[in-house]
């Protein structure tokens, strides 16, 4: 039979690969389209709300598309919305949104604190555990320097 | 027009960083998890050495929808707080910055998978 | 039996009685969806929790297969059942109901034949007279042990498979009309460094080569000698490699090979490499090729089922997928 080596560089160069040409204008597509619709929701903010501040406006734009995220998921959309959009629709913030509630629905029949509440980070933990410590990591470093 | 040019810039450097996403998701055996954490620390660098600021007038939503964008607001608050409350403020700094995107995670998230269940997929 | 052979010849063939297949409701819309016994409407099946529903289908085709063979519960000795969830729950908790000995098996995708030739081996020793071969999986319980949450926004890749929702029995006897398991060659663990969880066909295709030439250099068969070659779960790209590695060691099966998981979906593009699972090369052997083998359209299939032998903790520590696979010889007699 043929051997490892042989075998391996058989995969390697016969396997299907993705279709780059089509997954990437649809990341395009659609990745565009989701920043759109926070910069959208940013100047209703503005105009709707003259009094808040720049920042307060960004985290209210979040917590808009982090709930928009969360939605889609428990209807059922956001699954679909990835498997056409790819990258398109993990890496805006409503993907992070995803992330956490696609869990945390999954593992409800094993009830609220082993099911709910201990799984909705097993996707998004790196993300929040990464995120903090290396900020915190470079705040340390501004405050000796 | 002006409005106009702000949307297509928005959805340019948006698409981008997806469409470099989605190249890392072909080629390598990248996980989503792995892809968001490599975006989200690219935001924390970028923060770092200052280079954000520029990106973010330039495209505004663009990158901060992005997950690179809470990289960047995790950063911000850390330096601010190094800055105002010395080693006590690099602590407290990050986390108060991101705190409603926090928040609103885990209140949607926890809310959400109470009224909803997961379906099959066909 | 040599020292080192792989093959078994049974003494006395058991006779395969009955059979029965339940599947959801995907695998009822393919092309060969009205075969089946029973397509459940929902992937639920009004149970509060998928692993339950995987329970419910499993004891469901237990009952039918004993009643389709003309059995009463009574009379069968032993349910030799395996399935893919973690310390093999649906088999152990769908079969708690049954007045009768069980041996749970797991070899992934494979497990339907170790199940058939265990049960082979009871009858023909004249331990049993009448033993429940059944495998099941589902979609969605499997989804959630081996890869994400339904709900998460991945993409599949072009290599994925679907893990099918279905659950086969099939009743051996040691009496009776039907066609006979009159060998099995059992597999070796054969592992050729693939390590892509995605590329199961590729991590599969070597067991299922080394398997099949193994059966034809020791039991001096030809590939003509029989009517369908069938392989479990290699998938459309997984049954390319078979035929290539096979091509390579001098056997040609290409026009009466068939793949269970390359087909059971048809030509759905969105199905990728097709259907996987426990269920998968059963649900088909026990609709199609048991009907085929009733009527006597065909009258001799190898019956190899594949199996990938990794788990979620196992590919997270960078461990390559080794793979298994268990060949079994169904005939009809004169």
Not at chain 1, 6 to 14: D, F, G, H, M
Not at chain 3, 37 to 58: G, Q, R
């Amino acid at each position: 039979m043929m051997d490892k080596e042989t075998y391996a560089e058989l995969v390697s160069r016969t396997a299907p690969k993705s279709k780059h040409f089509s997954t990437i204008i649809r990341a395009f597509l659609i990745g565009g389209l989701i920043c759109c619709i926070g910069q959208a929701f940013a100047d209703i903010f503005a105009m709707a709300f003259p009094y808040l501040q720049k920042d307060e406006i960004a985290s209210v734009v979040t917590v808009t598309m982090i709930f928009s995220g969360a939605f889609l998921t428990g209807i059922g959309v956001y699954d679909d919305i990835g498997n056409f959009a790819g990258a398109g629709s993990i890496i805006p913030i409503t993907g992070f949104a995803n992330s956490i509630v696609a869990p945390s629905m999954e593992f409800k029949k094993e009830g609220i604190i082993f099911g709910v509440c201990a799984k909705m980070f097993v996707v998004a933990g790196p993300v929040i555990v990464l995120g903090i410590l290396s900020s915190a990591l470079i705040g340390i470093i501004y405050w000796i320097f | 027009m002006e409005i106009f040019l702000t949307y297509l810039t928005v959805f340019a450097v948006g698409g981008t960083i997806c469409i470099i996403g989605q190249i890392l998701l072909n080629l390598t055996k990248m996980t989503p998890a792995r892809i968001l954490v490599s975006f989200l620390l690219a935001g924390v660098f970028l923060e770092a050495v200052g280079l954000f600021k520029y990106i973010k007038d330039f495209a505004q939503a663009g990158v901060t929808v992005p997950i690179c964008g809470f990289g960047s607001v995790l950063v911000k608050g850390a330096v601010k707080g190094a800055n105002e409350n010395g080693l006590l403020g690099a602590f407290l700094g990050s986390v108060t910055a991101a705190s409603a995107g926090l928040t609103a995670a885990i209140v949607f998230g926890f809310l959400f998978s109470i009224l909803f269940s997961s379906k099959n997929k066909s | 039996m040599e020292k080192g052979n792989q093959t078994i010849i049974f003494e006395k063939s058991p006779v395969i009685i009955g059979t029965y297949s339940i599947v959801g409701p995907m695998e009822g819309k393919g092309p060969f969806g009205t075969l089946f016994d029973h397509v459940i409407e929902k992937p639920e099946w009004d149970e509060p929790s998928f692993e339950k529903a995987e329970c419910k289908m499993h004891r469901h085709a237990i009952i039918h297969a004993i009643e389709k063979a003309g059995l009463d519960e009574s009379d069968i000795d032993s349910i030799i059942s395996g399935d893919l969830l973690n310390q093999m729950i649906t088999s152990s908790y769908s079969v708690r109901e049954f007045d009768c000995t069980y041996l749970g098996l797991y070899s992934a995708c494979s497990t339907i034949a170790e199940a058939m030739t265990i049960g082979s081996l009871l009858i023909s020793g004249k331990h049993f007279k009448n033993i429940a071969c059944v495998t099941s999986s589902h979609f969605c319980s499997a989804e959630r042990q081996y890869r994400y949450p339904l709900e998460l926004g991945t993409p599949r890749t072009p290599l994925s498979q679907w893990t099918v929702t279905g659950a086969g029995c099939m009743i051996l006897s040691d009496k009776g009309i039907g066609p006979k398991i009159t060998m099995a060659t059992l597999g070796k663990v054969i592992d050729y460094k693939i390590s892509d969880v995605n590329n199961m066909g590729a991590a599969m295709a070597p067991a299922a080569a080394h398997t099949i030439i193994t059966h034809f250099k020791e039991t001096k068969r030809m590939p003509v000698y029989y009517d369908a070659i069938v392989t479990g779960d290699l998938g459309k790209y997984g049954s390319e490699l078979l035929l290539k590695l096979l091509k390579d060691a001098g056997l040609d099966v290409a026009s009466r090979h068939f793949d269970c998981g390359a087909k059971i979906f048809g030509d759905d593009e969105k199905k990728y490499q097709g259907g996987s699972g426990a269920g998968c090369c059963n649900v088909m052997f026990c609709s199609y090729f048991y009907n085929k083998l009733k009527k006597r359209e065909i009258n001799k299939i190898l019956f190899i089922p594949t199996g990938a032998l990794m788990s979620k903790i196992s590919s997270l520590q960078g461990e390559s997928i080794p793979a298994i696979a268990q060949a079994v010889a169904i005939e009809n007699m004169e």
